[in-house]
């Protein structure tokens, strides 16, 4: 794609001295992803899941407790509890400690979850932040493709004051008749109407693209005109848009393994020490300790294993359906954005020679102009026709780059 453009524009961008700064895309990519609270979120989820990770670690640690109880059972008049059961009280001290036994490959796949929910959440990190540039840029295009017809239409105005002083002089003169100047007039307070709408409407935009990127700020700046070109290949392999598919895939084969783990048998080893006492006068005797082996085998409950089961392959039947719709929407949406760079590119060069035919019509009714060889209304058509090229060739160039804009999001 040409650069010709880009420098005009860049050019007549530079005239605008009622602007204070210049600013780029860059800058306010820059501030929206760094001001995004949405980012800012999904950073601390990502942090708070690695502290899972270090959960799952502590709980294959031994685990103390320390419990205690202090229980009196009074029997009034022979009215009570039976004191063959509760000895009249109960006073316990321990210090309990377990651990559980051969549950490696358990704790294997839940390090595995919390693996694949931190690379879903680094994957949905990465949309996100696509998504949001794609619609920074796509709001700093639409300030661009203002600010290019304000500057233009600066330019013109300008121009225009300084052929109203000429005319005037040349209808004093009798060369042209005061109605005709009335007409040149009117065009000139119709392009100044204009520019005050496109000032009105260009502070709009830069107000919503400072909004959207957390931007502070009410002055008004310079928008430099990005060199965006298509970038890498549209790929299923290593799109960040197929990878939650995968990481689905992932998630649901663990959760298979999770829930098999589910129903395997489970050991541990406890011990603990301490004081249990029915009768404070001799709880000097009754110190000591005890330790075990425990063992917990899943017999039946109700066929939920097969349920679950069951429940993961319909996920996975889900996660299949929508990866194949995608993949469709996916292919379809890159090749009409292709088709469409390619149909619009192809309208620039016919644009840009009409431009240059408009441009030299009016730099030959400009010399006419001044020795009287054409009429001020000739000379309006031809500033009209000239405006509206102008105007229509900013507006497929700035398509041009919208279209750059939307093809790149699905690029990698």
Known sequence: ??????LILFFIASTATCLSQDRTLDYYLQQGVANSPLMKDLANQVHSNTLDSLIVKATRLPQVNFNGTLSYAPVVNGYGYSEAITNGGNFTSLVNVSQPLFNNKTAEAQYSKIGLLNRSLVNTTAL??????????????AACAVFSDLSFNQVLISQARDEEKMLESMVKSGLY???EYLSFMLELETL??????????????????????GISDTNTCKLSIPDLGPKGQARESGSIFFQRFVID???IRNDLLLTDRGYKPKMGWYTDAGMVNTDPSTVYKNFGMSFGLSISVPVFDGNQRKINLEKLKTSESTRLNYRDFFRVQYLQQVHQLNLSLKQTNDLLPRLQKQLDLAESIIRQDKQLLNNGGISITDYIIALKNYIA???????????VLQIINELNYWKD
């Open 128 to 141: 996100s932040e696509r998504d949001l540039k794609k619609s920074i840029t796509a709001q700093f295009l």
């Open 192 to 213: 100044e109407f204009q520019w005050n709408d496109l000032q009105t409407q260009y502070q709009h935009a830069l107000s919503d693209l400072n909004l959207m990127c």
């Open 389 to 399: 090229i102008q105007s229509n060739l900013n507006q497929y160039r700035i398509r």
């Open 249 to 251: 895939s992932l998630r």
């Open 1 to 6: 794609m040409s650069h010709r453009w880009l």
């Open 177 to 179: 008749k005061q109605t």
